[in-house]
């Protein structure tokens, strides 16, 4: 399997327009997550989905953070407008009862906005 | 709230030694705890785990040590090498909360030759 899938892997965008990253989960994993990553934050859990549902979103910033999972192969994380304070690497992780409680993260995104 | 507090932020031992990364927990209702490893330009990898049943864990170099009561576990790192220099990120999952794991802030590890 070739794992998570993330694409873009770098995207430079100016403040205020619509940023879309995007992710492919591991083939038959169920659960996909989207975390921020920031030297200040740490990593933090933005939205988690199970089965194509989103279960917590407790973790999404405000309203201009939107994901969707419109099937269990494909994930979009977007950002409308986008801010400078939004800079930061997102990956995305998938996981499977199977596999115990691992998850296995993609190579991430790291987004610059200007 | 930060729930898992991971120390210390940042650590640099010589070549053999042996580093300790430590995480406290307040929510008792934790019943998972993975050790997981991110090198720069990559995402987090698992590295180890354990269950509060057990009060050890060794996978090769790396063990896990736990403290129920105190509700305390950390990371050793047996004969170190500089190709351990990494993030290491501590983690605690509650398993009536689906799969959401709540993140310790990281310890950035040098190992030097």
């Known amino acids: 399997d070739a794992g998570v899938i993330q694409s873009p892997r770098h995207e430079v965008t100016e403040m205020g327009q619509e940023v879309t990253l995007r992710c492919k989960p591991i083939?038959?994993?169920?659960?996909l997550f989207w975390y921020r990553q920031t030297m200040m934050r740490g990593l933090e859990l933005l939205i988690y989905?199970?089965?194509?549902?989103?279960?917590?979103d407790s973790g999404m910033p405000e309203d201009r953070f939107s994901a969707k999972m419109p099937n269990a192969s494909f994930s979009t994380l977007k950002i409308q407008p986008s801010e400078p304070r939004d800079s930061a690497v997102y990956f995305c992780?998938?996981?499977?009862?199977?596999?115990?409680?691992?998850?296995?993260f993609g190579p991430g995104t790291r987004l610059t906005v200007l | 709230q930060q729930q898992v507090k991971q120390s210390p932020q940042s650590l640099i031992v010589q070549k053999g030694g042996i580093p300790i990364i430590n995480c406290a927990y307040e929510?008792?209702?934790?019943?998972?705890f993975p050790w997981y490893q991110q090198f720069p330009g990559k995402g987090p990898a698992l590295l180890i785990a354990?269950?509060?049943d057990v009060s050890e864990k060794k996978e090769g170099r790396f063990t896990i040590s736990f403290n129920k009561s105190a509700k305390q576990f950390s990371l050793h790192i047996m004969d170190s090498q500089p190709g351990d220099s990494a993030t290491y990120f501590c983690?605690?999952?509650?398993?009536?909360?689906?799969?959401?794991?709540?993140w310790g802030l990281g310890t950035s590890l040098a190992v030097n030759p």
């Open positions: 083939s038959g994993h169920n659960s």
């Open positions: 929510n008792t209702a934790f019943d998972y």
């Open positions: 992780a998938s996981s499977h009862r199977t596999s115990g409680n691992e998850q296995f």
């Open positions: 354990i269950r509060p």
């Open positions: 983690a605690a999952q509650n398993a009536g909360n689906n799969r959401k794991l709540i």
């Open positions: 989905f199970n089965n194509n549902v989103p279960i917590d």
